[in-house]
C-alpha cells in the first residue's frame, strides 16, 4: 500500500527512488557550486558553511538519511547525487519560481510580516500560488524518496505547506518542523490572506519547533484564533476530512546553536590568532574594535549601531584615534527592493560618516560588503573587543553565539539586542533595545568601558550556556522529542 501511495506521487526526474529512512527538507540544499581551485572543492561542490549540516551529517549517514533542497542554480536539473557521504536529492527551481517563490512570497511577503513588519509585506497572489507549487514540488520529492515510517525534518519558513501536504501523501512518516526565524503574534500574523492555510500546513507535523517559547505560543494562539483549534499543553489534536484525530501536532522551543566544537579549535589556531593581531595592526592599534557581522538584512538593526556610533563619534566619546568600528554586511538576496534599498541607506551612511570623521591615518567604519571563510570570521572576533548585535527582531542570531565561543581568554563584551533569539539564553551580555538610540550609545560605552573582571565574570557564564548547548544537542533534542509518542488523552 505505501508503495502504491508512492507511487502517486512520483518525481518525473528520477527513474528510481532510493528509500531513505531519515529525511531533512530545505530551501537550500547544504552544499554550493565551486570550482577545483578553491578549497574543500569535490565534484564541483563544496560543503556550505554552518552548523545545521554539521549537526545532522552523523545522522545521515546512520540512518540512510538524504537532505531533499535546491542546488541553486535557476532552470537547472540536476540528478540525486552524493556529497561529503550525505545523499542529495535536487529539487529545480525556475527563473520565474526563483522571482514568485524565493524572491517574492517568502522574502518580500513571508520575511517581513514574520520580522515584526519592519519592512511592509506585500501580499500577491501569484506569489502565493508560486508559493503553494514549490512547496508542492518539495512535498513530492521527499513522499517520493521515504522509507516507509521514515523521519522527516522539514526547515524553515520557506516550506510551511510540505508538513501537511506530507502528511496527506504519506500518513506513515514521522514529520517535525522546524521555523528558524520568529513567528509573529496573531495580531500581526492576521495581514496575511492565506493565514489558515499556513497554520494548516504547520500542523501537518508532528512536532512545530521554534527558537523561543514566545514564538511557539504567538503560534498556538494563531492555530486557535484562525483555525478554532482547541489547544491544550502547547498540543493540538488535528482533525481529519472525517472529523477523526489523525494526529496530535505540538509546538515547543529548541533554541538552535552552533558548532561549538569548529569554533574553539579555530580560535585556539596560532595562525588565526596571529591574524586577528594582524587585523588589528592594520586598523592602527587603537584600543578598541568594534565588530558587526551581518546578513545585509534590515532586520538586523544595522542603520540603528550606525547612528549610534556616529552620534558617539560626534559627542567625542569616541575618536577614530582610540576606536575602529568593522562592520561586515555579507551581500543577500539583492534583487529584493527593501534589500537594495536598505544597501543604498547603509552605504550612503557609512560614507557620510567616514567623509566627516576620517583621517589621513584613520577610518571611522570599515564596511565590507563580503561573506568571508569562516577562518576570518573567528580571526575577527579574536580581533574586537566589543561585538555589536542590535537586530530589530531576529530568529535567533548565530554571530553572537559564534562570538561568545571564539573568547576562549573570557574577555569582549558582547552588546545583545533583546528582540534576538539569542538574548534568551545570553542573559549576561549588555542586553539594550536597539530603538533606544541613547540607551544603545550608553550601552556601546559600557562595553568599551568595560572592566576585565566584569567583562570575565559575564563572559565565562555565556561561554558555559553555550558550550553545554551546541547545536549537535540541539539536533538530537528535537529528533528524541519528534519520536516520543504522544499521549491521547480523547479517546
Ligand atoms: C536565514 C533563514 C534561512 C536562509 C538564510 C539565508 O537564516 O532562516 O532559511 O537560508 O537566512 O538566506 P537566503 O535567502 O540566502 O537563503
Not at 550612503?348 to 563580503?370: E, F, S
Request: proline fraction near 5%; charge should be negative; aromatic fraction near 8%.
Amino acid at each position: 500500500m505505501e508503495a502504491t501511495k508512492r507511487a502517486d506521487h512520483a518525481v518525473s526526474n528520477t527513474a528510481t527512488a532510493a528509500e531513505h529512512d531519515f529525511m531533512v527538507v530545505s530551501n537550500r540544499l547544504p552544499v554550493d557550486r565551486c570550482t577545483a581551485e578553491e578549497s574543500g572543492c569535490e565534484d564541483g561542490w563544496r560543503r556550505s558553511p554552518g552548523g545545521l549540516v554539521t549537526a545532522l551529517a552523523p545522522m545521515m549517514t546512520k540512518t540512510d538519511g538524504a537532505w531533499v533542497g535546491w542546488h541553486g542554480a535557476p532552470d537547472e536539473t540536476v540528478e540525486p547525487f552524493s556529497h561529503g557521504g550525505i545523499d542529495l536529492v535536487p529539487v529545480q527551481l525556475s527563473t520565474q519560481d526563483i522571482e514568485l517563490f524565493y524572491e517574492g512570497f517568502s522574502n518580500a511577503t513571508l520575511w517581513p510580516l514574520y520580522h515584526d513588519v519592519i519592512a511592509p509585506p506585500e501580499f500577491h497572489r501569484t506569489w502565493w500560488d508560486a508559493y503553494r507549487r514549490v512547496n508542492r514540488r518539495f512535498a513530492d520529492a521527499v513522499a517520493h524518496h521515504a522509507a516507509p515510517g521514515a523521519t522527516v525534518w522539514v526547515q524553515d519558513y520557506q516550506l510551511q505547506l510540505v508538513p501537511k501536504m506530507l502528511r496527506d501523501a504519506r500518513p506513515d512518516l514521522r514529520i517535525g518542523f522546524f521555523n528558524h526565524i520568529p513567528f509573529p503574534p496573531p495580531e500581526i500574523f492576521a495581514q496575511l490572506p492565506w493565514r489558515q492555510a499556513i497554520i494548516d500546513g504547520l500542523l501537518g507535523a508532528d512536532l512545530v519547533g521554534f527558537q523561543r517559547s514566545s514564538d511557539a505560543g504567538n503560534f498556538m494562539r494563531s492555530a486557535r484564533r484562525f483555525l478554532g483549534a482547541s489547544v491544550k499543553q502547547q498540543q493540538v489534536h488535528v482533525k481529519g476530512g472525517d472529523g477523526a484525530t489523525t494526529h496530535i501536532a505540538r509546538a515547543q522551543a529548541f533554541p538552535i546553536s552552533i558548532d561549538v566544537q569548529q569554533i574553539s579549535e579555530l580560535a585556539r589556531r596560532p595562525e588565526i590568532i596571529e591574524r586577528a593581531r594582524q587585523i588589528r595592526r592594520d586598523l592602527g592599534n587603537p584600543k578598541t574594535i568594534l565588530l558587526g557581522v551581518d546578513r545585509l538584512d534590515y532586520t538586523k538593526g544595522i542603520r540603528h549601531r550606525l547612528k549610534a556610533y556616529e552620534e558617539l563619534l560626534a559627542d567625542g566619546k569616541v575618536t577614530v584615534e582610540d576606536a575602529a568600528l568593522i562592520q561586515v554586511a555579507s551581500p543577500s538576496r539583492e534583487r529584493v527592493e527593501q534589500y537594495r534599498l536598505l544597501r543604498e541607506e547603509v552605504e550612503g551612511t557609512v560614507g557620510h560618516i567616514n567623509g566627516t570623521y576620517d583621517t589621513m591615518q584613520n577610518t571611522a567604519v570599515r564596511y565590507l560588503h563580503h561573506s568571508y571563510p569562516v577562518e576570518e570570521m573567528v580571526a575577527l572576533y579574536l580581533a574586537a573587543d566589543v561585538m555589536l548585535v542590535t537586530a530589530l527582531r531576529d530568529g535567533m542570531n548565530l554571530v553572537a553565539k559564534e562570538y561568545v565561543t571564539a573568547r576562549t581568554n573570557n574577555d569582549g563584551a558582547l552588546v545583545l539586542s533583546e528582540f534576538a533569539g539569542a538574548a534568551d539564553q545570553l542573559k549576561q551580555a549588555l542586553l539594550m533595545n536597539p530603538h533606544d538610540i541613547d540607551g544603545l550609545k550608553d550601552t556601546i560605552m559600557k562595553a568599551v568601558n568595560m572592566q576585565p573582571a566584569e567583562a570575565a565574570r559575564r563572559m565565562r557564564a555565556m561561554r558555559k550556556q553555550i558550550l553545554d548547548h551546541d547545536v549537535d544537542r540541539w539536533s538530537s533534542e528535537f529528533l528524541t522529542a519528534l519520536n516520543e509518542k504522544v499521549i491521547r488523552d480523547d479517546t
